[in-house]
């Protein structure tokens, strides 16, 4: 079954669009110590064919640049529990991503959509203590007063920040440490939201910055232990790419395209962290990315593995 990504028309959260910020340039300075490498081919290969089956290398103990190696595996940054569990819906929307605009009818998403279901438990992503716990009625968090409605923001390690919005009842206050998985609060759809939901946003450093987030599909673990995530950073010679459309075709070994998957790079107002598109909860497995750049075809071949994070870097002409 293919499994399309549309970015879809859907108000759940509007926020508003931030100042332009420049692209930057990717670096290799922070990136995590990979597990697997595959030796560097050529990026542009519009004759190579599917059924070529491509080989993946075994894991190595040398370093991996996915700069200079067709991509990396490392075990990423999976370290917070979902805010929603199941049996209530805990995957994200996938009609308003991180970063997206829902096909430039809305501003840049700054969070992500879980659940939808009026009063179902929100818990704490990690272990924190609560910084703020209320209705937005002073505009702190975000340009706008009465932007998130009843929200709560939870400190963790690390200048790590959490925050919940919409919510129909708070259950902690200011000051409270909280253990993970113990429960906060319950969907709602206060503030600026058309229909129950739980926006769900991480942040990091500033708290107050409302540029300060990055992509909560890759601080959530995935939510099922056979699922990966692939996050991409597509270069152009002046840094980060600021428009282009990828696909990524999940194989099967004999070489059958099992699902079939549509991304966009961030919308260039959110372009602040090394990558500028990535996907979660991609089942383990063998994934051909592809996109058309000027005229000219690019395509990857990478591996996606159980609970950990394949980083792929594209440079295009």
């Not at 075994?58 to 370093?63: D, Y």
């Not at 206050?173 to 058309?194: D, P, R």
């Not at 950073?233 to 282009?244: F, K, S, Y």
């Not at 004999?254 to 090394?274: G, Q």
């Amino acid at each position: 079954m293919k499994k399309y990504i549309f970015i879809l028309c859907l108000f759940l959260a509007s926020c508003a669009p931030g100042p332009n910020t420049a692209p930057v340039t990717a670096t290799t300075s922070n990136l995590p110590t990979a597990t697997t490498a595959v030796a560097p081919t050529a990026t542009l290969t519009p004759t190579i064919s599917p059924s070529q089956n491509p080989v993946i290398s075994t894991a190595t103990s040398v370093p991996c640049d996915p700069h200079t190696a067709d991509y990396c595996i490392t075990n990423g940054h999976f370290i917070l529990r979902r805010p929603i569990q199941p049996p209530a819906n805990d995957s994200v929307d996938v009609t308003y991503r991180y970063a997206s605009t829902a096909n430039g009818t809305r501003d840049p998403h700054h969070g992500v959509e879980i659940g939808k279901d009026f009063g179902t438990p929100v818990q704490a992503a990690a272990e924190g203590v609560i910084i703020f716990a209320g209705p937005d009625k002073v505009a702190i968090y975000s340009p706008w007063s009465n932007f998130y409605g009843n929200m709560i923001v939870i400190r963790h390690a690390d200048d790590l920040f959490t925050l919940y919005a919409h919510l129909s009842e708070i259950e902690v206050e200011v000051g409270k440490a909280v253990q993970v998985g113990e429960k906060i609060g319950e969907v709602g759809q206060t503030g600026a939201a058309t229909g129950s939901h739980l926006h769900f946003e991480v942040r990091r450093g500033e708290v107050e910055n409302y540029f300060s987030t990055v992509n909560p599909e890759l601080w959530l673990a995935p939510s099922q232990t056979e699922y990966g995530a692939v996050a991409l950073t597509i270069l152009d010679e002046a840094g980060l790419l600021q428009r282009a459309k990828l696909t990524l075709q999940h194989y099967s070994d004999v070489n059958e395209i099992l699902e079939e998957y549509y991304l966009d790079t961030y919308d260039p107002h959110m372009l602040v962290d090394a990558e500028n598109a990535a996907l979660s909860d991609l089942p383990a497995g063998r994934y051909r990315i592809t996109l058309i750049q000027n005229g000219h075809l690019y395509e990857r071949w990478v591996e996606v593995q159980s609970g950990k994070l394949t980083q792929v870097v594209i440079t295009v002409k």
